[in-house]
């Protein structure tokens, strides 16, 4: 029994030692690798800013917009070309999500963005509304976001936004629609005369 006892003890290994060194330069490796994705994810976003420069300046909310007609809170997730739901409109901060304070007075839709610029869509820009489910970057239940199309400068642009009580984006819908075809209707109108 002693010499199996003895044949055991010699038989036994001890664990390899760790070869800390390695393991080392693979968390350097994967660190410098996340480092250079998110400058390049950076340096893109930087270059589709530079190539939609010509955008112009966002309007701001004129001194007397009049009465409100809607409120509501709730969160700004970024514009896109109209009719183009991936891609994203960034220069001039639109692409930038904050939460947000929309205002309808029959001068337009002013958009408040503690931390992000603030702009204001006139009505005669205004296009349309509706209800979707996605806009680049994020995508909601169908329905469970509200849509503004407008146009500004030369570009036309969807701009989503999703409200604190998504029961209201209905009457958005409709007051935007009520208020693009009362703009038609002045301006059809007005080039009769």
């Known amino acids: 029994m002693t010499s199996s006892i003895i044949q055991l003890a010699a038989e036994q290994k ?22 250079l994705v998110y400058w390049l994810m950076r340096e893109g976003w930087k270059w589709r800013g530079t190539l939609q420069g010509d955008l112009p300046e966002l309007p701001t909310a004129p ?3 009049g009465e409100p007609r ?7 997730h970024g514009s896109t070309t109209a ?33 992000a610029q603030d702009f204001f869509v006139p009505a005669a820009a205004l296009r349309g509304a509706r209800l979707d489910k996605g806009i680049a970057g994020k995508v909601l239940p169908e329905g469970g976001l509200l849509v503004i199309s ?10 989503g936004f999703r409200s604190d009580r998504a029961a209201e ?25």
Do not use: C, M
Request: charged residues 25%; without cysteine; aromatic residues 8%.
């Open 14 to 35: 001890s664990a390899e030692v760790t070869d800390w060194a390695a393991r080392i330069g693979w968390v350097v490796g994967l660190l410098l690798f996340i480092a």
């Open 70 to 76: 809607l409120t509501t809170t709730g969160r700004y």
């Open 83 to 115: 009719g183009q739901w991936l891609d994203r409109v960034v220069a001039r901060g639109l692409g930038t999500r904050s939460r947000a304070e929309l205002t309808l007075t029959d001068a337009g839709v002013d958009v408040v963005r503690p931390g």
């Open 63 to 65: 001194e007397d917009a």
């Open 169 to 193: 984006h209905t009457a958005w819908v409709a007051a935007i629609t009520d208020l693009t075809s009362k703009n038609r209707k002045t301006t059809e109108t007005e080039g009769a005369r």
């Open 150 to 159: 407008w146009a500004h400068g030369d570009q036309e642009i969807d701009s």
